[in-house]
């Protein structure tokens, strides 16, 4: 017999090398990142505000539970992958709400990424110190 699945939306969120699978179930508003607490994972509160965002735009904080499984990039990059995640869940789930996040930007992936170190540089445009004599 088959595992039994708990109705829920899922969706992926990304951000530099950043990548989010959301995974948004009706619940009390808890958010779990790989297996820990969002308190316990970020400790910074700005990230946790990042999170917490597209919630907060659409006023739906404490109607959802989110279950997260985040990898790569560095703490900041993976709160906005987190944040790109719940509003694309959010806009499957409710696609009137789509007016508010398009207007917010949250749902606009951010296609910035790190630029190649080049040979002859130090980094990708650093160049060497220039020595007249």
Known sequence: MAAERTPG????????TSVARVRLQPGEGEIVVNTRPLDKYFGRETSRMIVHQPF??????????VD???????V??????????????LLQANPELRSALKKAGFITRDPREVERKKYGRHKARKRPQYSKR
């Open 76 to 89: 900041s990059a993976q709160a906005v992958a987190i944040r790109h995640g719940i509003t694309r869940a």
């Open 68 to 74: 997260v499984n985040v990898q790569g990039g560095g």
């Open 56 to 65: 907060e735009l659409t006023a739906t904080q404490n109607q959802y539970r």
């Open 9 to 16: 939306v899922w969706a992926t969120g990304k951000r530099k």
